[in-house]
């Protein structure tokens, strides 16, 4: 008879809590998740905050929370925080318990080992009974938004080519005739304006003399990347860490410039994160906060073709009206690159190729 009494007294305790945690287990739960900062450089270390508040008498036994993330975060181990990573997304797994009206409050270790944008969107949220004999789901959305910029290359690992980036200065500048700046007479020569003729010095020595101007110094600096790996690809990139160490690259070019007072802007192939018809392009200035505003950029290029790099030359070819120093950084130089450039050349800019090499020791830390 004791079995049977139990069975009785247990049958209607077990249906009672399932029916309470069914009816308000999920009332009055608030979860929210963030990062610690807006934006970072790779390699450095940040955290993910986890908040979940029980505003209810009525304890929650179990509760757990999933979201996925792009790859690309490296997070420190937890016994509460189960991390699957795969190629392109990571899926987190929280599990919680918590009294009535608690808070618990959880910050994750993370490394940012990849440029990038990492966006959380939403989690979902599961919980049940004491017994396991109930679940609920509910999904909660989220607003958290990390962009990882892309780390600069050191001056040393640039490679810049000693007839036109090492001097006095670090960036080559280019020097143009100041119209505003008259240092002195000179005998004319074929293809000298004659709005440039001094004619008082002209009838002082019987000879045809024009004024001669003094230089200044003009900072124009177009950094433009090459997403392609090879010549003749399609579409899809075979080495894509390849291509991140010319962003490196580049990022590093540009960080130089900013140093030395350069208005410096930047272009790709490759499209914007949000828009895959566009490739990204910036405007040309100067300032710290100008470098930012490009390393933004970086951080939402996406290593996928949008155009042929020789139509990104020409659009730059029809854009630019201003001569300039463009920088080509590419794992190639072909002919038809060649061709663009030449005509780049003919228009008074001067370009030059920065290869992308792969470092001949390459090492990841992924601790």
């Not at 610690?36 to 929370?65: A, D, Y």
């Not at 730059?316 to 130089?333: G, N, Q, Y």
């Not at 038809?336 to 030059?352: D, K």
Request: glycine share 8%; charged share 25%.
């Amino acid at each position: 008879m004791t079995i049977h009494w139990v069975i009785l007294i247990l049958v209607p305790v077990l249906v009672a809590q399932r029916l309470l945690f069914r009816y308000l287990g999920m009332r009055k739960l608030s979860y929210e998740r963030a990062f610690s900062v807006r934006s970072c450089f790779e390699g450095e270390r940040i955290e993910m905050i986890e908040r979940i508040r029980n505003e209810k008498r009525l304890p929650v036994p179990w509760l757990r929370v999933e979201s996925q993330l792009r790859s690309g975060l490296l997070f420190g181990g937890g016994d509460n925080l189960d991390v699957s990573s795969g190629s392109l997304y990571q899926n987190h797994a929280s599990l919680f318990s918590l009294g009535g009206r608690r808070q618990i409050t959880r910050r994750h270790q993370v490394r940012c080992a990849k440029r990038g944008v990492y966006r959380l969107t939403s989690a979902a949220i599961s919980s049940g009974d004491l017994f396991g004999l109930f679940r609920a789901w509910r999904t909660v959305s989220l607003n958290a938004e990390l962009t990882v910029y892309p780390l600069p290359a050191e001056r040393s690992e640039l490679g810049l080519p000693a007839h036109s980036w090492q001097g006095d200065v670090a960036v080559r500048r280019w020097i143009m005739e100041d119209p505003f700046l008259v240092s002195g007479v000179r005998t004319y020569q074929n293809g000298d304006p004659l709005k440039n003729v001094n004619w008082g010095a002209t009838a002082r020595t019987g000879t045809l003399q024009v004024r001669k101007h003094d230089y200044t110094a003009d900072y124009r600096l177009a950094v433009l990347l090459n997403v392609e790996d090879h010549a003749g690809m399609w579409q899809a990139v075979t080495d894509t860490e390849l291509i991140e160490h010319g962003i490196r690259k580049a990022a590093g070019l540009m960080q130089l410039a900013e140093e030395q007072g350069l208005a410096f802007g930047f272009a790709s192939n490759g499209h914007d994160l949000d828009d895959p018809a566009r490739h990204i392009a910036t405007s040309r200035a100067a300032g710290r906060e100008h470098l930012i505003h490009v390393l933004d950029a970086m951080a939402r290029l996406v290593v996928h073709r949008c155009v042929p790099f020789e139509a990104l030359l020409g659009d730059v070819l029809a854009d630019e009206e201003e001569r300039c120093d463009i920088v080509v950084v590419s794992a190639f130089w072909s002919e038809a690159i060649e061709e663009a450039a030449a005509l780049l050349r003919q228009r008074g800019h001067q370009v030059n190729w920065l290869p992308i090499e792969a470092p001949a020791d390459e090492e990841a830390d992924l601790s």
